[in-house]
């Protein structure tokens, strides 16, 4: 029994949720008594490898091909490996490229397929603990059939530390390359803009709670009256409401202000990733069980309608009616 | 050219709520159609509309009650739907990645579509996987989490040439040969609403159930490999410090914070 782990990276650098995996990897090999081992596949290898090599990792495998994330190579090299080792379990990051390879991997190894996992329990039985329901519950799901593949949340666990003694190879492994459907052409950066949110000190961010794209002008009111940065959740970005360089979050940009005021947020995973560095953070919403909640410094149950209005008398500016 | 969009009911639940064993309370739920999915069903309604001859089927697994979230497809614009549904499936209480993609793997071997759209993921179970694992499953090419399609290289090259969206504002551009599957993010278009006329008319188009046997299955596909052991509301980790009163008073007291915080002035 083997547990494998493979690690995400981008243009260069290896990405947070690969030292993540480790730490969720070992955990896992303590409970089942067995090796953990890591995959990175593509780019410089070598020096991933070398990074990889932290506190707990026993082997590190890599896999040569290319510069960047391709899937069709991902999917060909994990399940390559995953049937070299034997590995029962296989724990890939729930990232935009783990979504994209890792349930063809577990469809092509005939494997069960457990995602986006925020807990990992083994006691002769994996049981993986997910969210369901846009975070308002958690379940426990046992996979009953093993071996399995499992994706994990990134920010769950914290990243593998110190320097570790693990060998490492090249695993040994062609590409078919008649099994490559799919090529990537380039990225781009999206969403530059006259505004960096990420440089503002005071951000203002609205959510889905405002409603009305016309109801922007109350949220705009009190920004001028404050002297802060617009800012906005996805929905509001998706609707063609405010440009993408507004955008915080996982997809959109990190943010570090002093403080964070968050207007009808309910602080989705993905929303949370973006903000949680803020010096300070403030919500206003009306569900007093929203997550957002979880992680503000200073918590306003109320209707943004009635306390925006009021807010923007505070500072001398007068509300729009909306 | 045929596109085959697949679309699934979701439950939503109400700010409070009450878990009974491991599912929440009919009671507590209402039932709409998945987020993701409503800009796949767009996107290939655009894709009818810019292109001479492109059929738009809505496929989905979901009891009788799935009706009326499939009938907004067909209002917003899809030809004609297919509803997979068993007494076998009934007694699912969490259907897994494997049999989503097998059973929706048996409509697209009948239906034959050169284009697979699905949302990237479900905002009810949240898998994120069914559209890989379908697109694996009947030997397509595929990409995730897509937020452009180039509409006029699928109509004609036959290429699906789209941007994938990472993490951090960043975008990669990606070359895939149809027949593909695409999982569609949200943002992509702007999904329309249904008008009174798109609503009247998908009275009358069909939708096609499809039982196991239909499809050429038979029960086995629909053994779970997962079982939900328990269902709980997370613990509340607010020390959140409260600003009561009514909406003055907690604007006064959050306008006192700002000040203190040093980020507004007088």
Do not use: C
Not at chain 1, 180 to 200: P, R
Not at chain 1, 239 to 252: D, T
Not at chain 2, 80 to 88: C, E, K, L, N, T
């Amino acid at each position: 029994m083997t547990v494998l782990t493979i690690a995400d990276h981008r243009r260069g650098d290896l990405r947070d949720v690969s030292f993540e995996l480790l730490t969720a990897g070992r955990e896992l090999a303590d409970a089942v008594g067995t090796d953990l081992h890591a995959a990175v596949i593509s780019g410089n290898v070598e020096e991933f490898a070398d990074d990889l090599n932290r506190e707990g990792v026993d082997q590190i495998h890599t896999v040569e091909y290319g510069e960047e994330f391709n899937h069709d190579v991902y999917a060909q090299a994990v399940t390559a490996l995953t049937e070299d080792l034997g590995a029962e379990f296989l724990l890939v990051p729930n990232s935009v490229n783990g979504l994209d390879y890792a349930p063809a991997v577990a469809t092509r190894l005939g494997r069960s397929y457990a995602s986006d996992a925020v807990g990992l329990d083994y006691d002769g039985t994996l049981e993986v603990t997910r969210e369901m329901y846009g975070s308002k519950v958690e379940t426990t799901v046992e996979v009953t059939e093993g071996p399995f593949v499992a994706s994990v949340r990134s920010g769950e666990w914290p990243a593998a530390e110190g320097v570790g003694d693990a060998d490492v190879s090249a695993f040994d492994f062609d590409v078919d390359e008649d099994a490559v459907g799919s090529t990537v052409k380039g990225f781009e950066e999206v969403g530059g803009g006259d505004v960096d949110i990420s440089e503002a000190n005071f951000l203002v961010s609205i959510g889905r709670g405002i409603e009305e794209e016309e109801n922007l002008e109350l949220v705009e009111a009190l920004v001028e009256a404050t002297g802060a940065t617009l800012s906005s959740s996805r929905p509001i970005v998706d609707n063609g409401w405010l440009p993408k360089n507004r955008q915080v979050g996982q997809s959109g940009k990190q943010v570090t202000p002093d403080v964070y005021l968050a207007i009808g947020i309910s602080g989705a995973v993905q929303h949370v990733a973006g903000m949680k560095g803020a010096d300070t953070i403030i919500a206003v919403n009306t569900d007093p069980n929203a997550p957002i909640f979880d992680i503000a410094d200073y918590g306003v149950v109320g209707d943004l309608f009635d306390v925006v209005p009021a807010l923007i008398e505070e500072f001398g500016g007068e509300p729009p009616s909306v | 050219m045929k596109v085959l969009v697949t679309v699934k009911e979701v439950a939503t639940v109400e700010d409070d709520f009450e878990i009974s064993g491991t599912e929440i309370e009919e009671t507590y739920l209402d039932y709409d159609l998945n987020e993701w999915d409503d800009y796949a069903v767009e996107e290939g309604v655009q894709l009818a509309e810019a292109g001479d001859d492109v059929e738009v089927v809505a496929v989905t697994i979901g009891p009788e009650r799935a009706d009326e979230t499939i009938r907004m497809a067909l209002a917003k614009g899809a030809d004609r739907a297919v509803r997979v549904w068993d007494d076998a499936i009934e007694d699912v209480e969490l259907l897994d990645v494997e049999t989503k993609a097998e059973l929706l793997g048996a409509v697209v071997e009948a239906e034959d579509p050169d284009l697979v759209l699905s949302g990237v993921q479900a905002n009810d179970d949240s898998f994120g996987a069914t559209g890989v694992a379908l697109a694996e499953e009947i030997g397509f090419q595929w990409a995730a989490v897509v937020n452009a399609l180039d509409t006029e290289k699928v109509l004609d090259e036959g290429v699906a040439s789209v941007r994938r969206e990472l993490e951090g504002g960043v975008e990669e551009l990606t070359d895939v040969d149809l027949p593909a599957v695409l999982t569609i993010q949200t943002g992509i278009n702007e999904p329309r609403y249904a008008s009174l006329r798109g609503i009247r008319q998908a009275q009358s188009k069909e939708i096609k159930p499809q039982s196991l046997d239909d499809l050429g299955l038979d029960a086995s596909v629909v053994e779970s490999s997962l079982d939900v052991t328990a269902m709980y509301e997370p613990e509340t980790e607010s020390d959140a410090q409260f600003l009561d009163g009514d909406a003055d008073e907690q604007a006064s007291k959050l306008a006192d914070v700002l000040r203190e915080k040093g980020v507004v002035g007088e």
